[in-house]
């Protein structure tokens, strides 16, 4: 991102008239350019995936995939996106899912117009937005929590996270193209990670990689 270019920002909250409301304001900052609004989690990665905007401002109670979920996806998939956490109070409970999932910052729906503007462009530039207080309490939680769990320890035959949330979906009988859909790639990327499938497990088709996915408990 260049001085000479606007800070492109999703919008993402479930009420209407916060959605126009923040579009509104944030079409009357200087640098910065609203992309596009939409009113739940599965909507901000199917947009953020396709619009690729700067930040995207995620609330975090939203029907069919919550702001933390969504966060954590846009984050894993999409690292050169942003989130911003938009929630109505600053409490731990709501905030701290959306932090460890990736958001680098949050912002109360109270704010200013030139909180609003600092805090889209600290996130834009890499740099977090985060209180001194929430910071310390963030910092805290994360050395009292007991050591996460290798996400790769225990899956069989070498399958990633990825291959084995891909072989769940085709144990579900969902075709490439609802795959592709639900998990916000391309096709061929879908037909890539089932023939590493294949031949991680030695299925010859579809038929006995859902038969291996129910032997190792990844169907249903």
Known sequence: MTADRAVRVLIADDQQLVRDGLSLIMGLLDGVEVVDAVSDGLQAVRQAAALRPDVVLMDLHMPTLDGAAATRRICSELPDVHVLVLTTFAEDADLFPALQAGARGYLTKNATAEQIQRAITDVAAGRTHLEPDIQQRL?????????????????????????????????NGMSNTEIARSLVVSTATVK???NHIFAK???????????YAYEHGFGG
């Open 192 to 194: 890539t990670h089932i």
């Open 139 to 171: 910092v805290a939680a994360a050395l009292s929590a007991p050591a996460a769990a290798d996400p790769l320890a225990g899956l069989p035959d070498g399958l990633t996270t990825r291959e084995v949330e891909v072989l769940r979906l085709v144990a």
């Open 201 to 211: 497990t030695g299925a010859r088709d579809r038929g006995q990689a859902v038969r």
